[in-house]
């Protein structure tokens, strides 16, 4: 088992920065995501880490604006959150897997089997 718990978010408006963090503990970590869930809306992929290497990837309404990152000798998983828009108001959640890395099917929510309580982001107009 792996527990996740998210920090951070919190309000800012529109141009603003902001950073969430993810704090690990549990089994050894392959690779790292963020999603994010706004109201009415399924959960969407923002972002995701391959743990050894640091490979990253990102959805494209994210990318050049956030950064994730982490630091293997803290077990933390970071969203670095820049030029924030209105349309980023969601609730982000970390997730984090501990099979073999493979970037198949990473933007996909059910591929990740450990799950973060969510923190929430509101970016005012």
């Not at 972002?47 to 490979?55: L, P």
């Not at 198949?104 to 309580?117: E, H, I, K, V």
Request: one cysteine or more.
């Amino acid at each position: 088992q792996v527990h996740l718990v998210e920090s951070g978010g919190g309000l800012v408006q529109a141009g603003g920065s902001l950073r969430v963090s993810c704090a690990a503990s549990g089994r050894t970590i392959s690779g790292a995501g963020w999603f994010r869930q706004a109201p009415g809306t399924e959960r969407e992929f923002v972002a995701a880490i391959q743990w050894s290497a640091g490979v990253t990837t990102y959805a494209d309404s994210v990318q050049g604006r956030f950064t994730i990152s982490r630091d293997n000798a803290k077990n933390m998983v970071y969203l670095q959150m820049n030029s924030l828009k209105p349309e980023d108001t969601a609730v982000y959640y970390c997730a984090v897997k501990s099979d073999p890395w493979s970037w198949a099917r990473t933007r996909l929510p059910d591929q990740w089997p450990y799950w973060g309580q969510g923190t929430r982001v509101t970016v005012s107009s």
